[in-house]
Nanobody, 125 residues
Framework: QLVESGGGSVQAGGSLRLSCAAS????????MGWFRQISGKKREAVAT???????VYKNSVKGRFTISFDNAEKILYLEMNNLNGEDTALYRC??????????????????????WGDGTQVTVS
């Protein structure tokens, strides 16, 4: 089970930190990440991380967003800085297994990726 939190409304240039609490079965080789979706538009991958600590980011968020995983607490984070209007979306976390961060980035927004949370809304004005 994945439960997101931390979304909200911020002004352009502001920051938010999203959290995703994970519970249930664990895998030695796992991958997790964030994707976002806007109503009526295609889902897009934002960032992924794997069990080796490798990370992959969408080009437009590089240098502004940071993905991390607290292994002790089983919480996935997405630190978002210098937000702009194009970052407005529903952010959902996802988890799977057996993939590197790069492979996960290519598949995270697909229906068969693994497990998804319900999402947390981020609105930038």
């Amino acid at each position: 089970q994945l439960v997101e939190s931390g979304g909200g409304s911020v002004q352009a240039g502001g920051s938010l930190r999203l959290s995703c609490a994970a519970s249930g079965r664990t895998y030695s080789k796992w991958c997790m990440g964030w994707f976002r979706q806007i109503s009526g538009k295609k889902r897009e991958a934002v960032a992924t991380i794997d069990s080796n600590g490798r990370t992959v980011y969408k080009n437009s968020v590089k240098g502004r967003f940071t993905i991390s995983f607290d292994n002790a607490e089983k919480i996935l984070y997405l630190e978002m800085n210098n937000l702009n209007g194009e970052d407005t979306a529903l952010y959902r976390c996802a988890s799977s297994w057996g993939m590197t961060a790069m492979a996960a980035f290519d598949r995270i927004a697909q229906d068969d990726f693994g497990y998804w949370g319900d999402g947390t809304q981020v609105t930038v004005s």
